[in-house]
């Protein structure tokens, strides 16, 4: 399981899977969403908007489990 660090209130479902290499640009979320089960906290979504906070968890099936852990607000 890996382990991202969310820096403020919230990261966006777009936003993570950014940040752990599944897409290269916001353009792209939108068919990588469409086309792949992601869950949060084990329910499927498919929102890039969706606010994602420290303690969830999201599991893609070409990265495996994230766990959103607090970060330090800089």
């Known amino acids: 399981m890996r382990e991202i660090e969310v820096r403020g209130q919230f990261i966006t479902l777009g936003q993570l899977m950014k940040l752990v290499g599944e897409v290269n640009?916001?353009?792209?979320v939108k068919q990588f969403l469409a086309d792949?089960?992601?869950l949060v906290n084990g329910q499927?979504?498919?929102?890039?908007?969706r606010k994602l906070?420290?303690?969830?968890?999201?599991?893609?099936?070409?990265v495996g489990s994230v766990r959103l852990i607090a970060g330090e607000i800089q």
Do not use: K
């Not at 640009?25 to 792209?28: C, L, N, V, W």
């Not at 499927?44 to 908007?49: A, K, N, S, T, V």
């Open 44 to 49: 499927p979504d498919d929102r890039r908007g």
């Open 53 to 62: 906070r420290a303690g969830d968890m999201v599991t893609c099936p070409t």
């Open 36 to 38: 792949n089960r992601i």
């Open 25 to 28: 640009s916001g353009a792209e």
